[in-house]
């Protein structure tokens, strides 16, 4: 599994697409349903991760760990824990669960690249298998 990180509009999608050029691509919404996969398809690319609450995080980690068994998984994942803190209580519990979220999917992660302004900066392993 493969997560790319960064500000919004900072290049994320971008970047993944000219890596996953000329390949058979799904790409996932988070915020809809779990997809059923089409036969060909060579990786799957979520997105939108960060909207979701803390329940369907911890679904969210299942599947993509299971996914990765049988296919390469790329997950965009914004990052939202910058900056000032919201004042409102559930937005700043959600900035909190998005944060452990990404720490246990950094975890799992083969690996991991942070998106700055168009540049990329690998921070663990190695970017594509």
Known sequence: MHVIFGGAFNGKRAYVEQRIQGRSVQWV???????????????????????????????????????????????????????????????RKLRDDVGRFYQQLFT?????????????QTIKGDVWR
């Open 29 to 91: 919404n988070a915020e809809e349903d779990i997809p059923v996969f089409l036969s060909n398809t060579e990786v799957i690319v979520v997105f939108g991760i960060e909207n979701l609450l803390q329940t369907k995080l911890e679904k969210w980690l299942e599947c993509l760990e299971r996914w990765n068994e049988e296919i390469e998984v790329i997950v965009i994942a914004t990052e939202i824990g910058r900056g000032i803190v919201p004042m409102e209580a559930s937005t």
């Open 108 to 120: 799992k992660a083969e690996s991991v690249t942070r998106i700055w302004y168009g540049i990329s």
